[in-house]
């Protein structure tokens, strides 16, 4: 049993293997376009199981993590990655000085058994000066990002309230995916070796 995860995300990388998890990455290109009136937590949540569908069509022995992101800024609009920097500029104009919330969606498949969930966090953001703004979109970090900010570098100066899990804003809630393993019947990752592939 190997864990394969189905995001190009270095984030997720970077928490699954903080975890210690050992794992295999393959990103999956899908249309991650909104359907009309589709509400935001079904709109991640379905992204990650399809996400996760399409790799575990290839890998069938494998547990599949799908897993999407995306932030609903206070006034209801859905902040995903910035096309561009004047636009990572609107996003954060959104967020400062508010409340959002960052939503992500999870999908475990292993075999024909799939489940799924979605985790919310709470996150304030301190007011912020236009000069403020401009110096953190020109330093780049946002521009991947749901939101256009990374809460776990420059960004930080700025948060100053966080309710819900921390990772969840990073771009993946590790507690509600070692839960989901549980659930999909793959409880021996949750106690393999770091580096090994699992029972």
Not at 128 to 155: F, N, P
Request: charged fraction near 25%; proline fraction near 5%; charge should be neutral.
């Amino acid at each position: 049993m190997h864990l394969l995860l189905a995001s190009a995300s270095p984030r997720r990388a970077e928490l699954l293997r903080a975890a210690g998890f050992s794992f295999t990455i393959q990103g999956m290109d899908i249309d991650e376009r909104r359907l009309p009136g589709e509400p935001p937590d079904a709109h991640v949540r379905r992204l990650a199981r399809e996400k996760a569908q399409a790799a575990a069509a290839g890998h069938p022995d494998a547990v599949v993590l799908g897993a999407d992101t995306t932030v609903v800024a206070a006034d209801g609009a859905l902040l995903a990655k910035p096309a561009d920097d004047r636009e990572a500029a609107g996003m954060l104009r959104r967020l400062a000085g508010r409340r959002h919330t960052v939503l992500t969606g999870l999908a475990v498949q292993l075999g024909g058994r799939l489940v799924e969930a979605v985790e919310a966090t709470e996150v304030g953001v301190l007011p912020m000066s236009e000069a403020e703004i401009a110096w953190y979109v020109a330093t780049g970090e946002g521009r991947d990002k749901a939101g256009g900010y990374a809460i776990q570098g420059l960004a930080s100066r700025f948060i100053d309230r966080i309710d819900g899990s921390y990772s969840n804003v990073v771009g993946l809630p590790v507690s509600t995916f070692c839960r989901l393993l549980r659930e999909a019947g793959a409880a021996g990752l949750l106690t393999a070796r770091p580096g090994s592939r699992g029972a």
